[in-house]
């Protein structure tokens, strides 16, 4: 009943099934997935808000799934045998009351996307393309492996779903720029790991390359491939099921190669076009000041654009200068009235500390949103009663280097304002009272 395919943007009527392997258009162009949605709008709004909600965290398979529970809105060609899931999505909707009241929002929340399986939102994404990629090798495909370039989360994703589906995974790394944490999820998962001596934009092109021809039976799982960003819109869809079916009025999203400030606005508009919402909240795109290609050109208006050198970020997931899904984030961007703001390491790093400080527990790329959001505030952009959702799109263990050098005091370009390092003392009750009073007083 329901059907997807792969269209070039600048010519619907050049299609190709999800289970051919092909990336861009013949002009040379992304292809992105579209929908039947003349099929989707058969059912009603209200009947698409109850079969979502009945779904939701059930353990029918495969809809227990964040993902697959909106299986008709994400991949409909998969069989349910050939579905890769590992109950991703079902984020926690945090509550950030503390920190919100300290910085000026009585309704600020924290969508959790880190509290998945391999510890981050990539995962939305993972689940379609490894999965379709188990049907096309069910229908005689002959892949081989899956590859991408990866500064870690992708690469930890990638490694996991091929895992459980038995597909061999190759990862291209930058060498010595991808935390402990990240770098040893692809090793234990027994990807091919390559570490090479470049950064993620140099990764990208040997992985391009090596993916062009079809006959090496190795299929490109970056976010250039449409299919992640069918999983990935399911956050924002997602967001507005936990709400009720209401539409916050702003939601902040790190931006680094761009594909989830395209898929969070998808997602949303699918949601507006097939009339489950009336109107569509504002979206910002938080971008670290040393990787901030898109910052640039909003500056401009949109109007130029130049790839940059990105320079060393803890954010280093987002440590991008020519992002692949530049031209669908503007258009995003444009559709919902969007604001590009840019976070210094410092910024950043004070950000996720004061947001540890008040419960949660932010990676640097969250930090990133943190401080965009701080900004916006501070300059009255988002008015105190605003409902506002930040994303966080990993969790805080996989950066525990980060949080330590931060609280030590030996994090590059930062001094930890909000730092709060272990008080050594001798084992002598006074001196243990005094400094409990000193933190506590009376």
């Known amino acids: 009943m329901y059907h997807a395919w792969f269209a070039a943007q600048d010519d619907p009527n050049e299609r190709y099934p999800l289970t051919e392997v092909v990336y861009y258009s013949r002009s040379g162009g992304l292809l992105e997935v579209q929908h039947d949605m003349a099929a989707l709008a058969q059912r009603s709004p209200e009947e698409w808000k109850r079969l979502f909600d009945e779904r939701w965290m059930r353990t029918t398979w495969p809809y227990g799934s964040g993902v697959w529970g909106k299986k008709e809105w994400v991949c409909p060609i998969v069989a349910d045998d050939n579905v890769v899931s590992m109950f991703e999505g079902g984020t926690n909707l945090f509550w950030a009351e503390r920190f919100g009241r300290e910085i000026g929002l009585d309704d600020l929340w924290i969508k959790m996307c880190g509290n998945s399986h391999t510890g981050s939102f990539k995962d939305l994404g993972m689940t379609v393309l490894v999965s379709v990629v188990k049907q096309m090798i069910s229908e005689g495909k002959p892949i081989r492996a899956i590859a991408c370039a990866s500064t870690g989360d992708t690469s930890a994703a990638l490694a996991a779903y091929g895992a459980a589906a038995g597909i061999p995974t190759i990862v291209f790394l930058p060498k010595g720029k991808v935390s402990i944490a990240q770098l040893v999820q692809p090793v234990a998962h027994g990807a091919l790991v390559l570490a090479l001596d470049t950064d993620f934009d140099g990764c990208m092109r040997i992985v391009r390359e090596i993916t062009a021809n079809p006959d090496n039976g190795i299929y490109l799982a970056n976010s250039l491939n449409s299919l992640r960003v069918e999983g990935q819109k399911t956050v924002g869809i997602e ?18 190669n761009l594909g989830n400030t395209f898929a969070l606005g998808k997602g949303l508009l699918m949601m507006y076009e097939l009339g489950l919402i009336n109107r569509l909240p504002r979206i910002v795109t938080a971008q670290a000041a040393n990787a901030n290609p898109l910052y640039r050109s909003y500056l401009t208006g949109f109007r130029e654009y130049e790839p940059i050198k990105a320079q060393p970020t803890a954010a280093s997931a987002i440590q991008i200068g020519d992002p692949v899904s530049i031209n669908r984030a503007i258009s995003i961007l444009r559709r919902f009235n969007g604001i590009v703001e840019q976070a210094t390491e410092q910024e950043l790093a004070d950000a996720a500390a004061r947001a540890d400080r008040t419960g949660a527990y932010a ?11 701080i900004k916006l505030v501070q300059r009255g952009e988002i008015k105190r009663s605003d409902r506002v959702v930040v994303i966080s799109t990993a969790h805080g263990l996989k950066f525990s280097r980060f949080k330590v050098e931060y609280h030590e005091g030996t994090l590059r370009d930062v001094v930890g304002h909000y730092a709060n390092p272990p008080i050594e003392l001798p084992p002598d009750v006074d001196a243990v009272r005094r400094a409990i009073e000193q933190r506590f007083g009376e």
């Open 239 to 256: 967001i507005v099921q936990q709400f009720d079916w209401e539409v916050p009025d702003w939601i902040i999203i790190p931006g680094g």
């Open 363 to 373: 990676c640097p790329h969250t930090g990133v949103a943190l401080a965009a959001l």
